[in-house]
């Protein structure tokens, strides 16, 4: 059984043991289309509460969406982050504190 990077969560700890169950799931998802908690669970011979576990922790990172009206599961749209979203500075705040240190700096030599 490979490993999807898709299992590696950011809000939880991942053990091994997790990240092989959300990929097995998340691979069921994947050839299915579209899958109930139950069907999932008989898919991957997992409880049902251990299927729903990682499924809700899942939907949290939005790797999937749950349908409203069929309490079916599909994955979620893929996001993949630019560059440019690490590159630039977080907030305007910070921005001006580094303007405002650069402000400072050579007033400081010149006394």
């Known amino acids: 059984m490979s490993l999807d990077r898709r299992a590696y969560l950011g809000l ?5 043991r997790g990240v092989i169950t959300r990929s ?4 069921t998802v994947e050839r299915q289309g579209q899958a109930t ?6 898919q991957v011979h997992v409880s049902y509460s251990t299927v729903l576990y990682h499924l809700r922790n899942m ?27 690490f590159v630039q500075p977080k907030s305007k705040a910070r921005r ?16």
């Open 37 to 42: 908690t139950a069907a999932i669970s008989r």
């Open 24 to 27: 097995r799931i998340l691979a």
């Open 96 to 111: 001006r504190k580094r303007r405002a240190l650069r402000r400072r700096r050579p007033e400081q030599d010149g006394a």
């Open 12 to 16: 939880i700890r991942n053990i091994r």
């Open 59 to 85: 939907l949290r990172e939005r790797l999937v969406e749950r349908s409203s009206d069929t309490k079916e599961w599909r994955l979620g749209p893929v996001r993949q982050l630019s560059l440019t979203d």
